[in-house]
């Protein structure tokens, strides 16, 4: 949180820096004008003799100035780091995409020999998405998650975000957090986790393993763990990326999420939201991926 806090400092900093340089610029501009304008005068020289000269330079100095006022206000503005990286990732993306296309269609028309097939497809295989395992967490100020087998918060902007992010997916949880559900979720398929070999409930997949959950879910790209604390516990390991929700207030609690280790998960987005009369506390919605080794 500090490491983001400090990013949001420098990126103030900098526009701030940058406004600065442009608004010295106009200041100088102005200055430069029209002392360029008063030697002309002063030295006697005659203006429309000089006029094209001082027109040439005062345009030119112009044109730098608004090139100055392009980089500070529409492209540092609109352009930035961020914008940077979602420009690379949907490149990447459709590239991958018609990596796959090729890969199809020369699989379907044989043009490539079997084995030239078999040694491109470990290529290809590499530019191919990866399934993602997503972690999906909502965390008060000191990871606490729940109490007597219930949230503790009521937030609707969280269960809304949540329903947006899991929906059409395979969610997967304990038997503890399925119970204080307590039926499955709309438009969601629901896998619990149990020792219980003979436990059931209609509209469910039941696992006996995290490994036996991840498995039924194997045609999800996707699949979201949803809790509770035993179940992250385990599944920390094997998630690529991680959607938090920090609740900025401290709670009573007798369940906790575990430490999310900065050394392996990059926080790749924060949305910091203020309280209102929906919601009694400030919250952040962040996103991490795992570190690549
Ligand atoms: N804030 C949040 O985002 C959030 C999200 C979800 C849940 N919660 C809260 O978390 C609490 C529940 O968490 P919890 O840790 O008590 O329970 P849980 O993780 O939801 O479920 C625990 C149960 O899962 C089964 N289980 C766990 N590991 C297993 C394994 N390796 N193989 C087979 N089965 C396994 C066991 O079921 P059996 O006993 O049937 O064998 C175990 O009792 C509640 O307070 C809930 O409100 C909070």
Redesign the pocket.
């Known amino acids: 949180m500090a490491t983001n806090q400090h990013e949001i400092y420098e990126k103030a900093r900098k526009r701030t820096v940058q406004k600065k340089g442009f608004y010295i610029h106009i200041v100088l501009f102005i200055l430069g004008a029209s002392i360029i304008y008063s030697l002309t005068l002063i030295n006697g020289f005659d203006i429309d003799h000089n006029a094209v000269n001082f027109y040439i330079a005062i345009t030119v100095w112009f044109l730098l100035l608004l090139l100055h006022f392009v980089k500070v206000f529409i492209t540092s503005k609109f352009f930035d780091q961020d914008w940077e990286r979602k420009a690379t990732e949907k490149l990447i993306q459709k590239h991958n995409k018609k990596v796959l296309l090729l890969e199809k269609k020369l699989q379907k028309s044989g043009v490539l020999p079997a084995p030239t097939v078999t040694k491109m497809k470990g290529l290809f295989t590499a530019f191919k998405k990866k399934r993602e395992i997503i972690l999906i967490?909502?965390?008060g100020s000191n990871n606490e998650?729940?109490?007597?087998?219930?949230?503790i918060w009521h937030l609707p902007a969280d269960l809304k975000r949540f329903k947006k992010l899991t929906s059409g997916h395979h969610i997967i949880?304990?038997?503890?957090?399925f119970e204080?559900i307590g039926k499955p979720l709309p438009n969601r398929t629901t896998i619990i986790?149990?020792?219980?070999k003979n436990?059931k409930h209609e509209g469910c997949l039941i696992a006996?393993?995290?490994e036996g959950a991840i498995l039924l879910s194997k045609k999800d790209e996707s699949p979201f763990i949803?809790?509770?604390?035993?179940?992250y516990n385990?599944a920390l390991k094997i998630a690529t990326k991680l959607e938090i929700t920090y609740v900025h207030h401290t709670f009573e609690a007798d369940?906790f999420f575990p430490k999310i280790d900065v050394t392996i998960w990059n926080e790749i987005k924060r949305e910091f939201y203020k309280a209102d009369e929906k919601h009694n506390y400030d919250f952040s919605f962040v996103s991490y991926t795992k570190k690549t080794t």
């Open positions: 967490a909502a965390l998650l729940g109490k007597d087998n219930d949230l949880m304990g038997r503890k957090t204080s986790i149990t020792r219980d436990y006996n393993s995290l949803i809790g509770g604390a035993q179940i385990q369940v």
